[in-house]
């Protein structure tokens, strides 16, 4: 289970297993489809559409995110790491990326939002996305607490 918190209040757990959401008393799953996975879809608990993620193109590293009846881009960059963005126009609204701490040069999460709170579900949605890369930059810490 993970959670986001803000000031120490959790505002929203994710089950990986599943990739089920609950914020407050609202409950969502994340699910892909698509011959290649790449429809990207959060689902209210009524199964209506909150956000829809799609490639522009079937080899493309920039998506559309529809939230809201606006249209948003997201895009994946090394910035020096991997880095997963939610832009609209030029404005970064939410970026998830990985980072490295200066004092210890272990991996470290790097969240950078603009002046304004934004969706929790951009949170959730750039979490998913960005999970395997955390997991897999941090599998040695892991083991250590694992005992193996």
């Known amino acids: 289970m993970s959670e986001l918190i803000n000031d120490e ?34 689902i209210d608990s009524k199964g209506e559409t ?37 832009k609209k126009e030029e404005d970064e609204y939410l970026a998830y990326g990985l980072d490295t701490m200066r004092e210890n040069k272990k991996p470290a999460v790097r969240i950078t939002e603009k002046d304004n709170a934004q969706p929790l579900l951009f949170h959730a949605l750039l979490w998913y996305l960005f999970e395997p890369v955390a997991m897999e930059n941090t599998v040695d810490f892991q083991w250590w607490i694992l005992g193996i």
Do not use: C, Q
């Open 9 to 42: 209040i959790v505002v929203a757990e994710m089950n990986r297993r599943d990739w089920r959401i609950r914020i407050g008393e609202e409950d969502y799953k994340i699910s892909t489809a698509g011959i290649f996975n790449h429809t990207t879809e959060i």
């Open 50 to 86: 909150i956000i829809k993620v799609e490639a522009r193109k079937w080899y493309s590293n920039e998506y559309v995110v529809l939230f809201e009846n606006t249209a948003y881009r997201l895009i994946t960059r090394n910035n020096p790491l991997i880095e997963w963005v939610i």
